[in-house]
């Protein structure tokens, strides 16, 4: 499994879906960490979107072809999958592998993240996808 949390929602699912099946995990981490401040986020993240710009990564992980399921959580941003789960989709060729995906969001669901995912791993199976709201996991 791998994912990306910025205020801990993505993490907190992950958590737990690990300790139901007990995975491998490893956490997403941008070469350059985001700001604790909310407006910055979303600052930082419109202009990645609007331009394009994939955040280089931290993290690498080296025998991905050991792997032939993956489960994928990210954050919703602007109703798409967080820049940083964009970064390590578009990283590694997932042709022929089975993808979980699941996301956490504040109301609009999984929105156009699942198109993103089929676009970045065009040749991947994507495989249920699941969305936790917020407030289901205790929080605002
Ligand atoms: C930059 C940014 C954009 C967001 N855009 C959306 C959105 O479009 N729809 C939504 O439901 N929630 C949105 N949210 C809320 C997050 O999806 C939600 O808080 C998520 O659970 C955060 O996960 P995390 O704690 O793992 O970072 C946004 C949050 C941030 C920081």
Redesign the pocket.
């Known amino acids: 499994m791998v994912y990306f949390?910025?205020?801990?929602?993505?993490?907190t699912v992950a958590n737990i879906i690990h300790e139901l099946i007990g995975c491998d995990m490893v956490e997403i981490e941008p070469e350059e960490p985001y700001s604790d401040e909310?407006n910055e986020?979303?600052d930082r993240?419109k202009n990645e979107r609007d331009n394009h710009i994939l955040p280089a990564l931290r993290t690498k992980v080296e025998n991905m072809d050991d792997y032939d399921t993956l489960i994928i959580g990210s954050?919703?941003?602007?109703?798409l999958l967080s820049s940083p789960v964009k970064s390590f989709l578009s990283g590694y060729d997932l042709s022929g592998k089975k993808i979980l995906p699941f996301c956490?969001?504040?109301?609009?669901g999984t929105?156009q993240s699942v198109d993103n995912i089929r676009k970045l791993c065009p040749h991947a199976e994507i495989l249920l996808f699941m969305a936790v709201k917020?407030q289901t996991l205790g929080m605002k």
């Open positions: 949390s910025w205020s801990g929602h993505t993490q909310y986020v979303v993240f954050p919703i941003w602007g109703g956490t969001h504040g109301g609009s929105a917020l």
